[in-house]
């Protein structure tokens, strides 16, 4: 069968799985993939194949295989913008919603995706990512729940930049504010905003 119009679901499977690969932002490995697109590993794996020699020859995104996970990851011809952009991120000031998302991972954690959503009432999974590409967050493991969802939690990067020893001095949830001092040992711009911290509604 030709790889490039092997289908799964009646959709393109190299161009299904480029799709959720975009949509992850992570690695996944073959069987969660299988079981994403509702497909074999070994047709996974020819998906992954017709998929990398497409983007070989186009475009600035690659299919890196990590043993038995994939990821989409930038060329290396195109690091410095990228780069750049990366820079811009990590020293421009955190939103008002982003503030929002750390206060319930910090006063929650470890706790899902899907928990914060609740809360907040909007999708998160950007917000989410920025917090974990700033170093604040990070994953700690699986719920263990269909579907095996995140679980988040905060970093001592998250400690250090809000002037905290330990989570334990944490404002109480009555306190409105959070004062965030970004850390200057790291080479970053100190700035000031508050962090709204918001309980369960």
């Known amino acids: 069968m030709d790889q490039t119009h092997l289908n799964l679901c009646g959709m393109d499977a190299s161009a299904a799985l480029e799709a959720v690969l975009f949509a992850a932002g992570t690695p996944l490995s073959v069987e969660r993939l299988g079981h994403i697109l509702v497909a074999g590993d070994e047709d996974v ?69 899907s928990y ?28 263990d729940a269909p579907g095996k969802p995140i679980l988040y939690a905060t970093t001592s990067l998250f400690l250090r930049s809000f002037g905290l020893e330990s989570l334990q001095e944490l404002p109480s949830l009555e306190e409105e504010q959070l004062e965030m001092h970004l850390d200057e040992s790291h080479g970053e711009e100190k700035t000031e905003g508050t962090l709204p911290v918001q309980g369960e509604n």
Do not use: F, W
């Open 116 to 143: 914060i959503e609740q809360i907040r009432g909007v999708d998160c999974s950007g917000i989410i990512n920025t917090l974990v590409e700033r170093g604040l967050v990070e994953e700690v493991g699986r719920l």
């Open 45 to 113: 794996r020819l998906a992954a194949n017709t998929l990398k020699k497409r983007l070989d020859h186009e475009g600035g995104i690659e299919l890196v295989m990590l043993g038995d996970q994939l990821q989409l990851c930038t060329k290396i011809a195109y690091k410095d913008p990228v780069t750049r952009l990366l820079e811009i991120r990590r020293t421009a000031p955190l939103s008002r919603p982003a503030l929002e998302a750390l206060a319930v991972i910090a006063y929650k954690q470890p706790v899902t995706r």
